[in-house]
């Protein structure tokens, strides 16, 4: 019986592990190609870290960590830059939450050597949000 017990305790946990870690969005890291934190920009509180990653399978992603925070704005969305200017061809998304964890695929055919910064951007309005410059 506590052999049954503990093999059935095993699998929930397996399972329960695997589901939290599909939910939580994580990404198997290869290689950090650059990081930096974010500063607000246009009166707006951005804080926080960004890491720019290849992952295992093969994709390049931007990852915002656990202490990502932004005050709200509308239509704000992830993209690069260089030397502090905004590039719109490289908008990767809407922010998916204020706060915390996320990740953001780059599209294809960006190449992210070209880049220095990573903004959370307001296309409704054409303003930086926040940048994060490495």
């Not at 503990?6 to 870690?21: E, H, P, Q």
């Not at 969005?25 to 720019?52: C, M, P, Q």
């Not at 932004?70 to 061809?89: C, E, N, R």
């Not at 809407?94 to 220095?116: F, I």
Request: with cysteine; aromatic share 10%; proline share 3%.
């Amino acid at each position: 019986m506590k052999q049954i017990f503990a093999v059935g305790f095993g699998l929930i946990a397996a399972f329960v592990l695997t589901v939290s870690t599909a939910f939580a969005g994580d990404v198997h890291i290869k290689e950090v190609l650059n990081e930096g934190s974010f500063t607000g920009a246009s009166g707006h509180a951005t804080s926080g870290d960004v890491r720019v990653v290849t992952t295992k399978d093969g994709r390049t992603v931007v990852l915002l960590s656990d202490n990502f925070s932004f005050d709200g704005a509308p239509d704000p969305q992830i993209s690069f830059g260089k030397g502090g200017k905004h590039d719109v061809s490289t908008l990767m998304g809407k922010l998916v939450s204020n706060n915390g964890k996320q990740h953001y695929e780059v599209p294809a055919g960006v190449n992210v050597a070209d880049y220095t910064d990573v903004f959370v951007y307001c296309v409704k309005f054409n303003v930086p949000l926040g940048v994060a410059s490495f």
